[in-house]
């Protein structure tokens, strides 16, 4: 068995970049926050029971739950490396052919995100946030293996939004 130098990882060649970030962006959320997400769940509790609908009323219930109880805890530090062979995100190995394209949507302070689309419909993409990386460091590296996808000059929708909300 070979000796694999630091800036090689297991068998999917050479690290060319790596940077760390948070599993999830924590927002700050104010006492308006929870007097707007207790105002909207009302709204929607009155709107299922007018409707006679309560499986919408406790999946509303469970789903208020989960958004005060999902950020309490610290997001866990991953780890992405841009290697000869693929991506590896947490010990997790992607191979280039895995992937369709990337993107890289970055508008600082709010967006500066790597995208990488996956081939096939049911899986989602990965959102990578650049933390303090180089965009055009991060772009050239990849466009070497992969295509860009240039029409993409816009977060997703999902992404907008759970920032706004701080979701």
């Known amino acids: 068995m070979e000796n694999k130098t630091n800036n090689q990882v297991a068998d999917f060649g050479q690290t060319l970049i790596n940077w760390s970030f948070p599993e999830y962006q924590q927002y700050q959320r104010g006492v308006f926050w929870y007097i707007g997400l ?3 769940i009302g ?16 999946i509303i219930i469970m789903s208020a739950v989960f958004l005060t109880m999902h950020h ?9 490396k841009i290697t000869e062979d693929g991506i590896v995100l947490n010990n997790t190995f992607y191979e280039y052919a895995d ?8 508008r600082p302070p709010e967006a ?5 689309e996956f081939k096939g419909s049911f899986r989602p993409r990965l959102t990578i946030p650049l933390e303090n ?3 055009n460091e991060v772009r050239n590296l990849l466009s070497e293996y992969l295509t860009e996808n240039l029409e993409r000059e816009n977060e ?4 907008f939004l759970a920032r706004i909300f701080k979701i």
């Not at 309490?72 to 992405?80: A, F, N, V, Y």
């Not at 500066?112 to 990488?116: A, C, D, F, Q, W």
């Open 43 to 58: 709204l929607l509790l009155i709107y299922s029971y007018k409707t006679n609908n309560v499986l919408f009323a406790i």
């Open 99 to 106: 992937f369709r394209n990337f993107a890289i949507i970055y």
């Open 72 to 80: 309490r805890s610290e997001p866990r530090e991953m780890e992405i």
């Open 112 to 116: 500066k995100n790597l995208y990488l």
């Open 38 to 40: 207790i105002g909207v």
């Open 156 to 159: 997703p929708l999902s992404d």
């Open 133 to 135: 990386q180089n965009p």
